[in-house]
């Protein structure tokens, strides 16, 4: 029975490596395991960070999946007749597997500082009234489009001509999907109207959580037209599955399509056709201050 247990453990590092193959040899494809391709120019750091971090993990996931099953098989007690000889910890072993992990993760804490820095904190930036980048008036890049975050969906707008938010010209988005042109820095501002949700495009390296009552602020550059996915990456709620969302990456051209489609549905109504009131008045051959409610009142007056 011993032997089962060994090898069971061997069987730890031996699938977790099968796992790790088999997601690099579909990097690509209707069966991808991996990451999908970042599509994202100002992220490119993410994916050497994330494989630096694996390849370290992985080492010593595999190290440590071997140690214990020699330990397992070669002391098994059904092959060991010695009795058991209790040891007292070593100093000096004690030393180095808590002074090495610790220079590596320190060595990780200052190694993905610039990471860091440059994916959540340096915003892109604007000249100022200088007209000169790199200038102490340079201003923060204003996001271009606003995505709120409710259970269970995506809202989206968009700075209108101005290329502000928050004025008269902003823009309402489909719900669930966002369009951005291709190859142009994007920044957006992340609200959440009830709970925490978590704003992931794998496609582009980005997440960041949301947190109710305050901004976040993202930034990106989509280098390839297609469509991406949007998801929540926080347990936000029973309908938490259902926040999936489609991220469009367009020409300029299409770009500024979308963005007058939108508008035209924002603001212009066919008036040759009849209002939903309108409609509702000639069927029911009722006019005014007798909808829906009304009639549903004088049916409940109608049953006592
Ligand atoms: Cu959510």
């Not at 969302?245 to 299409?254: A, P, S």
Request: aromatic share 12%; proline share 5%.
């Amino acid at each position: 029975m011993g032997r089962f247990w060994s090898l069971l453990f061997l069987s730890v590092p031996v699938l977790g490596t099968l796992c790790y193959l088999a997601g690099m040899l579909t990097r690509s494809g209707p069966l991808a395991l991996w990451f999908p391709e970042n599509v994202n120019s100002m992220a490119n750091e993410v994916d050497q960070l994330h494989d630096l971090i694996l390849a370290l993990i992985g080492i010593v996931f595999v190290a440590t999946g071997l140690v214990l099953f020699w330990f397992t098989w070669k002391y098994d007690a059904s092959v060991n007749d010695q009795p058991v000889r209790f040891v007292h910890g070593s100093h000096k072993l004690e030393f180095w597997w808590t002074a090495i992990p610790a220079v590596i993760l320190i060595g990780l804490a200052i190694y993905q500082l610039k990471v860091w820095s440059d994916v959540k904190i340096r915003r892109p930036m604007l000249a100022g009234l200088d007209g000169q980048m790199d200038t102490a008036d340079d201003q923060p890049m204003p996001p271009q489009f606003e995505v709120v975050a409710r259970q269970f969906e995506w809202r989206f707008r968009y700075a209108g001509e101005d290329q502000l938010l928050d004025t008269v010209d902003d823009i309402l988005g489909d719900v669930n999907e966002l369009h951005v042109p291709v190859g142009e820095i994007q920044v957006g501002s992340l609200k959440a109207a009830d709970v925490l949700h978590s704003f992931f495009i794998p496609a582009l390296r980005l997440k960041s959580d949301i947190v109710p009552g305050s901004q976040q602020i993202v930034w990106f550059r989509a280098d390839k037209p297609g469509s991406y996915e949007i998801v929540c990456a926080e347990l936000c709620g029973w309908g938490h599955y259902k926040m999936k969302g489609r991220l469009v990456v367009e020409t300029k051209d299409e770009y500024q399509l979308y963005l007058q489609s939108l508008r035209a549905k924002q603001y212009q109504r066919d008036f040759s056709q009849p209002s939903v009131a309108q409609v509702y008045e000639r069927d029911s051959g009722e006019t005014g201050g007798s909808g829906p409610l009304g009639t549903n009142l004088s049916l409940a007056g109608g049953a006592q």
